[in-house]
């Protein structure tokens, strides 16, 4: 393997400081680079991996710091045997929209089997890992730090497969893009436990993947856990967000764009749980929000909750697809101007409050899909009896409260 100037490049992150959109040019000036876990397992020359059949859990943000694709990076490798590739939701490739996967094929760059795990596990599961033939789960994903971000769920499964079929779980480490100082939201109730959270784990959960992997094994999976080992990162701090990593930001879901967006994900997303759009088919997903019919008063009733580290304008969009494809929309653009007051969670509460309270043809889903993103059926119902934000949010406090102590057990990183 080459690992002259672009091998050093790919495991110091000499591709330079990433500005506020994850664009390399900008960053925190002197400060020591990020190394992803793969960077590290690169440079202490794949020794986490010595001997064994791999098969990598990964799609397009498995990159290194010069952005080679590590399946390309490890395939190439006499060190790493490679045999296989597993894809999560939207695929190994990312093609696919939000709840789809890519088909089972075959890598046309290595020639590798990719498998479709997405929406699999427990036994069926373990099953795939045994016909992959692997010894090894190589888990490498950019996370968002949501509980419905689907990743983390698909890396619990495989931890449960992993265990049933006696195979070892390698995470490689990546930040958090929106930092790592607090836990915020409601903490999901097992009754509402789906593809979007697993366990009681709260919504905007402040954890790496590492981090993740090691509290799924010390509190959820005690009775059967994973032969687990973590590749740590050095140099990230909780409080950085992505832009200061100097990382390259790749979109880890087709509707993720830029950082930028996924610092407003854990509270816009809940707009999935109603009859607005939630911006799929815009150029800002999740950063506008709207519905035809839906005026200027949104905007005016957002703003006067006077939520902090944002400010609102009324916006008008027409969607390509999804929600209200085609038509003109009206609604509301977030502008978040400080990242450090600015709590996605309140704000995506204050936006369902206010856009029930300023459009009459608000509405939930029909199946309540906003019980399983929020965790309960709390939310909905105090939202509907005309709940504000700061007293739906002290009903979820002492659940936020006893997570963000757990929490604390398995956290990697100053």
Not at 33 to 43: H, I, K, S, Y
Not at 69 to 77: F, G, I, K, N, S
Not at 284 to 292: H, R
Request: glycine letters at 12%; aromatic letters at 8%.
């Amino acid at each position: 393997m080459d690992v002259s100037r672009r091998g050093l490049l790919g495991m110091a992150g000499a591709v330079g400081a990433a500005g506020a959109l994850g664009v390399p040019g900008g960053g925190a000036a002197g400060a020591e680079p990020v190394l992803t876990g793969l960077a590290r397992l690169m440079a202490d020359g794949y020794a986490e991996l010595a001997g064994q059949r791999v098969g990598v859990v990964t799609n397009p943000t498995g990159i290194t710091a010069d952005a080679r694709h590590l399946v390309d990076v490890l395939h190439a490798d006499q060190r790493v045997r490679l045999v296989a590739v597993f894809g999560p939701e939207h695929g190994f490739r990312g093609t696919a929209q939000a709840g789809a996967s890519e088909a089972a094929s075959r890598d046309p760059a290595t020639g590798l089997p990719v498998y479709d795990i997405y929406g699999k596990s427990g036994r069926a599961l373990a099953d795939v890992l045994t016909a992959a033939g692997v010894d090894t789960v190589l888990f490498d994903v950019q996370d968002v730090g949501a509980r419905f971000y689907t990743y983390v769920w698909t890396l619990y499964d495989c931890m449960r497969a992993a265990a049933l079929a006696d195979k070892a779980v390698v995470v490689l480490d990546r930040p958090n893009p929106v930092g790592g100082t607090r836990a915020a939201g409601p903490v999901l109730e097992r009754a509402y436990a789906s593809g979007v959270g697993l366990e009681p784990v709260a919504l905007a959960h402040g954890m790496t993947a590492a981090e993740l992997a090691l509290l799924f094994n010390g509190e959820f999976l005690v009775d059967a856990p994973a032969r687990l080992r973590t590749v740590r990162m050095s140099g990230w701090r909780r409080e950085a967000h992505f832009g200061e990593t100097g990382l390259p930001w790749v979109p880890p879901s087709p509707n993720m764009p830029t950082p930028d967006t996924a610092l407003v994900y854990a509270g816009t997303c809940l707009f999935e749980g109603t009859n607005l759009s939630e911006g799929r088919g815009t150029t800002t997903p999740f950063q506008v929000l709207g519905a035809e019919g839906v005026d200027r008063r949104w905007a005016r009733a957002a703003e006067a909750l006077e939520l902090p580290g944002v400010w609102f304008r009324e916006a008008w969009f027409t969607p390509t697809f999804d929600k209200h494809a085609g038509r003109l929309c009206g609604g509301v653009r977030l502008l978040v101007h400080d990242r450090e007051a600015f709590d996605p969670v309140r704000t995506g509460i204050g936006l369902l409050v206010s856009a029930r309270r300023a459009w009459s043809g608000f509405a939930w889903r029909p199946d309540h899909w906003i019980d399983r993103l929020t965790g309960s059926d709390r939310v909905r119902r105090m939202v509907d009896a005309g709940a504000g934000v700061a007293e739906i949010a002290a009903d979820w406090e002492a659940g936020r409260a006893h997570f963000a102590r757990v929490r604390e057990r398995y956290l990697l990183y100053p």
